[in-house]
């Protein structure tokens, strides 16, 4: 009984993991709006940050720190 139970529940656990994220919506008033800007901008500032602390010719940069029009140097 016991050996079932913890089959179930680690079968449980591994296909929670394989849904994905549930769908943020988009905000519906000016303040979500603005925070969301806000958020954006602080994650894009602190990509840039650590870009910066990266070597131009390593393999991570070319993944993590290359957009789509950036120029090449």
């Known amino acids: ?10 079968a449980l656990a591994t296909t929670a993991c394989t849904f994905p994220a549930p769908y943020e ?7 979500q709006w603005e925070r969301r ?4 901008t602080r994650q894009e500032a602190e990509r840039r ?3 910066a602390l990266r070597n131009e010719d390593s393999e991570g940069y070319e993944r993590d720190c290359r957009r789509p029009g950036d120029p090449q140097s």
């Not at 009984?1 to 680690?10: D, E, F, I």
């Not at 919506?25 to 303040?31: I, N």
């Open 25 to 31: 919506p988009l905000p519906t008033s000016v303040y």
């Open 1 to 10: 009984m016991m050996r079932a139970l913890v089959l179930s529940l680690s």
């Open 49 to 51: 940050r650590l870009c």
């Open 37 to 40: 800007q806000q958020e954006i």
